[in-house]
C-alpha cells in the first residue's frame, strides 16, 4: 500500500485506523455529578505532549468524559517555541510518541505526507518548530479535547452526588470536577526551576534561568556567564553568541564535562517497560547513577557553541558565590578567583518541590518522597533525589502519613518528577509509547474500581438475548 502522498490522504489513514482498532467500542462509564455541577472522568492539567498522549491513551479506553487543559495558548504548550533553545529535537527521528505506536499518527507520518519521504531520510534530527506543528495537528486528528489559556490551581477532595469520592479543581476557568488528574505539566510538574541561592539573590537584569524568557538581543556586545554543562546551558551559550554577545564563558564544575548519554543506552523495552517493577534498591541505584552523570550534550550542541571564537568553557571551576560589583556588573565567585559578567545565565535545572506547585499547595506536606520511603546505602546517598515523589504502581502520589490525605491517590503525575519511580517515563518522547499507556490504565483501574457495583448490577439485569429460539422446535417433557 502506497504511502499517503499529502495530508488529507493521511488523515482518512488515520481515520481508518483509529476506526479499525477501537474495539472494546463499549462506553462503560456513567456522567457523574457534584452539587448538581458535572464531573470529569478525568482532568489532563497540560497540553504538551505528555498530556495529549495519556488523553489519547484514555480515549481509546473508552474514558470520554475528559477534558485536557494548559495555561499556554494553543501552539504554544510545553517548551518547543518558548523556552527550549536548541534547534532541533535529541531524540532520534524515527522514535514513536503520542502516537502510541499508530503509524499514521507517527511523526514520521506527518512528515512524509508534506514533504516526501526523500525530504525525512535527508533530515538528521527533527527542527523543534516541526515537532511543536506535528503535536497541534495530532491533537485535532486525535480528536484530544484541550481548552487552552486556563491555569490549573488548587486541588482539594470533593464526593460526587452519589458519595464517590473526586476532586475539585481552582482553575482560571472556574471551579472544575474530576474523578481522576493526571499532572502532565512538564518539568517543574513536582517542583521548579532551581538555581543556588546567591544567584537568586542578585537583582534580576543580572541573571535568568536558562527556562527564563531572555531578551538575549540586548546582550549584545556583552559577557554573559552560563553555569552548568548540560545540553541546555549549551543552548543557552549559543543563542547568546548568535545574539552577538561580546564572550560568553561557560563554567563546568566537573573536571571533565558529560560527554556520555546514558538515556541512549537505556533506551530498550526492558527498562522502559519494567524499571518501576523492580525493588527500590535498584530502582534507586540505576536512577540514581543515570541521573548522576547527567543529561549529556551532543556534538551538534557542542559545536553551534565551540564554531565562536570567542566562547569559552571553564572546566572544574564551580560557582560558590555571586555579588554585584562596584560597577554594577556580575562577580561570580570561584574556587579559582572571581569573574565578572555582564549577564549570568544557570543551566542548574529542576528541584523536586511538590511545595512550589499550586495545584498541590492543598497536599504537598504529606506527598511522599523518595526519602520517606527509601534509605540506600551510605555510598549511594543523594539528598537530591530524595525529594522526587514516590509514586504508586499507578503514577498516583502516595501519602506520606495515611489517611490524611487519602484522595490524593487520584492524581497521577505524567512528568519530570516520576523519574526517580518510572524511569524517565514522561520527561522522554523515547518511553511515551510505553509510558503513556500505563498511566491511563492506572486511570481506569481506579474507575473500573469504584464502578463496580454499578456494574454488577447491570451485568445482573442484563438480559439481551442473542439467539431467538423457535417455538416449534422445542420439545416439552
Not at 522514535?95 to 514533504?115: C, I, K, M, V
Not at 549584545?220 to 564572550?247: P, Y
Not at 481506569?444 to 439485569?461: H, I, K, N, S, V
Amino acid at each position: 500500500m502506497p504511502a499517503p502522498r499529502t495530508l488529507i490522504e493521511l488523515e482518512q489513514d488515520v481515520a481508518r485506523d483509529l476506526a479499525l482498532t477501537a474495539h472494546p467500542r463499549a462506553p462503560w462509564l456513567v456522567p457523574k455529578t457534584a452539587g448538581g455541577a458535572p464531573v470529569l472522568d478525568c482532568l489532563v492539567i497540560g497540553g504538551g505532549q505528555c498530556g495529549l498522549a495519556v488523553a489519547h491513551a484514555l480515549r481509546r479506553d473508552r474514558v470520554d468524559n475528559l477534558l485536557v487543559i494548559d495555561a499556554a495558548p494553543a501552539g504554544r504548550e510545553g517548551p518547543w517555541v518558548t523556552y527550549a533553545r536548541m534547534r532541533t529535537l535529541r531524540s532520534p527521528k524515527d522514535q514513536t510518541g503520542p502516537d502510541l505506536r499508530f503509524a499514521s499518527l507517527t511523526y514520521q507520518a506527518w512528515h512524509e505526507a508534506q514533504f516526501g519521504a526523500a525530504d525525512f531520510a535527508a533530515m538528521r534530527m527533527i527542527p523543534k518548530e516541526l515537532w511543536a506543528d506535528y503535536l497541534g495537528w495530532f491533537r485535532r486528528v486525535a480528536a484530544i479535547p484541550v481548552r487552552n489559556g486556563v491555569a490549573a490551581g488548587r486541588i482539594g477532595p470533593a464526593r460526587t452526588d452519589n458519595g464517590q469520592p473526586c476532586l475539585a479543581i481552582e482553575t482560571g476557568d472556574g471551579p472544575m470536577l474530576a474523578r481522576k488528574v493526571v499532572l502532565a505539566t512538564g518539568q517543574e510538574g513536582a517542583g521548579h526551576w532551581w538555581m543556588p541561592d546567591f544567584l537568586e539573590a542578585l537583582p534580576r537584569p543580572l541573571r535568568a534561568h536558562a527556562w527564563d524568557a531572555i531578551d538575549f538581543a540586548a546582550l549584545r556586545g556583552k559577557t554573559v556567564a552560563v553555569v552548568g554543562a548540560g545540553a541546555s546551558a549549551f543552548d543557552n551559550a549559543a543563542a547568546a553568541l548568535e545574539a552577538g554577545a561580546g564572550a560568553v564563558h561557560l563554567f563546568c564544575r566537573r573536571a571533565e564535562p558529560m560527554i556520555v548519554q546514558p538515556y541512549r543506552w537505556l533506551t530498550f523495552a526492558g527498562f522502559l517497560r519494567h524499571l518501576g517493577d523492580m525493588p527500590d534498591a535498584w530502582r534507586w541505584r540505576f536512577m540514581r547513577r543515570i541521573l548522576t552523570m547527567r543529561e549529556g550534550f551532543a556534538q551538534d550542541t557542542y559545536d553551534r557553541a565551540n564554531r565562536f571564537p570567542n566562547f569559552l568553557m571553564h572546566l572544574g571551576r564551580p560557582w560558590t558565590g555571586a555579588r554585584v560589583g562596584a560597577d554594577g556588573r556580575a562577580i561570580v565567585e570561584t574556587p579559582r578567583g572571581d569573574f565578572a559578567a555582564d549577564f549570568l545565565i544557570a543551566g542548574t535545572g529542576v528541584r523536586m518541590d511538590a511545595a512550589a506547585r499550586p495545584e498541590l499547595a492543598g497536599c504537598a506536606h504529606n506527598i511522599a518522597t523518595w526519602a520517606d520511603r527509601y534509605t540506600p546505602p551510605p555510598e549511594e546517598a543523594s539528598p537530591r533525589l530524595g525529594e522526587f515523589p514516590y509514586l504508586a504502581p499507578d503514577y498516583a502520589f502516595m501519602e506520606r502519613r495515611a489517611g490524611e490525605t487519602p484522595w490524593i491517590a487520584d492524581i497521577h503525575l505524567f512528568g519530570i518528577g516520576a523519574t526517580m519511580s518510572f524511569g524517565p517515563s514522561g520527561s522522554s518522547i523515547n518511553a511515551m509509547a510505553i509510558a503513556a499507556p500505563r498511566v491511563a490504565a492506572g486511570v481506569t483501574r481506579g474507575l473500573f474500581a469504584r464502578e463496580m457495583p454499578r456494574l454488577w448490577d447491570e451485568l445482573c439485569a442484563y438480559d439481551v438475548a442473542q439467539v431467538a429460539l423457535d417455538p416449534g422446535k422445542l420439545a416439552a417433557e
